[in-house]
């Protein structure tokens, strides 16, 4: 049964998460108009502090992640927060947790963004006191284990409390407004899908850069590695949304019926198909930085960077390689699809026509928010020796298409979507199953092959063997 819930409760609250993003875009929502009058959030964790001190708490992290024009509401936002502290590994204490949340037909939300570690307690503690029923939906953060087998486990576990359709695992790149426009961009318009396939394209590629280093978040990272980091969720779930077949409509069961069938498709990868690099001592925007074993002091096998070669086994897609890229301490923060076209079968221009380069779509979902095609056209001249082509894009920035509208956070749209109970961006049981499935057969493969980070340079593009990974099938990576 839908329902509004009129209880937020957020387990983690006093985590980075809650500072920088989930406090952040409850009141970016409420400055909007778009939380419930009668929503109560309701923040629990392990330190001692009453209301007052969580909502002191609570402005100090507003202050420093929400920008000023958008911290219009704060006076009304504050009042609606609340806080119960909790050991979350022990039951005792849910009882006051349930007293704190106030009557349970109200509907409540709760929202995980603690360590793996404390799902299975949290969720026998939520049972206990009563924090599971019909009224009651749950949210979960990354990660959702290390593996298949811890995920299933965590699944399982989550699963005899709430029914599928009352969990709502969070991959927060859905809740990108450019990650959800890449739907818009493939249905929406009648000009891609006919040429959307292997046919006519030649391959996809899939960068997700940052120039962070482990910030602060030593232990965690070392122990994920940038595969399961980045590439077991967030860019498989891109490459699930640019490769499925067309969803009979934009609800939650449609749009996941069709990304876990490619997820699912998903091609097992070589080992000559995949480089994994660790970072060192370098520099970014002139600014030296540490290795990542000077950051961890020691030494380690922890992959900062991979790149790999996957493909889809069905009929769209089959001879179609989708590279895939992402790393810490790339040159800069980019995120970007880059759908490559084949060439023109035939030139009516003769030689010229050499000049005539296969078109190309890239994608930036981040922090450039555009949509470049690149055409060929013909260059002004009165041709005298035959026409000359040139590359030119036609682009599309859609902050200057959409001016007055703002950027939201991404958690802005899940949290709401966690609050009025609507699925279609959060991932499915099955969903992060296939993701794991695979990831696990990769890592199977490095041991097995004994798969070793090679080193990069803090502030380059990886190890130069991701560049030859590419160019050994006759591709370049996308680096402008
Ligand atoms: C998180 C990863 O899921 O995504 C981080 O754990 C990474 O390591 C982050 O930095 C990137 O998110 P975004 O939205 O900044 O691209």
Redesign the pocket.
Known sequence: MPFTAERLLLFGATGDLAQRMLLPSLCALDADGLLAPELRIVGTARSVMDDEEFRAFARAALDRHLPEDRRGALDRFLPRLSYQPLDATTLEGYADLATKLGTPQAGLAIFLSTAPSLFEPTIAGLQQAGLTGDRVRIGLE?PLGSDLASSCAINDAVGAAFSEDRIFRID??LG?ETVQNLLALRFANILFEPIWNARHIDHVQIT?A?T?GL?G?VAF?DEAGALR??VQ??MLQLLALVAMEPPTSFDATAVRDEKVKVLRALRPVRAEDVVTGQYRAGAIGGQAVPGYDEELARPSSTETFVALRAGVANWRWNGVPFYLRTGKRLPERV?EIVVQFRAIPYSIFGDRGAQAQPNRLVIGI?PEENIRLSLMAKQPGLDRDGIRLRTVPLDIAIPDAFTGTHRRI?YERLLLDLVEGDQTLFVRRDEVEAQWAWIDAIRAMWTDAQLAPRPYTAGSWGPSAAIALAERHGVSWHDE
Do not use: I, L, P
């Open positions: 990354k927060h790149y990108k997700v940052e962070v910030e978040r990272y980091d980045m969720n967030h995120t981040q991404a």
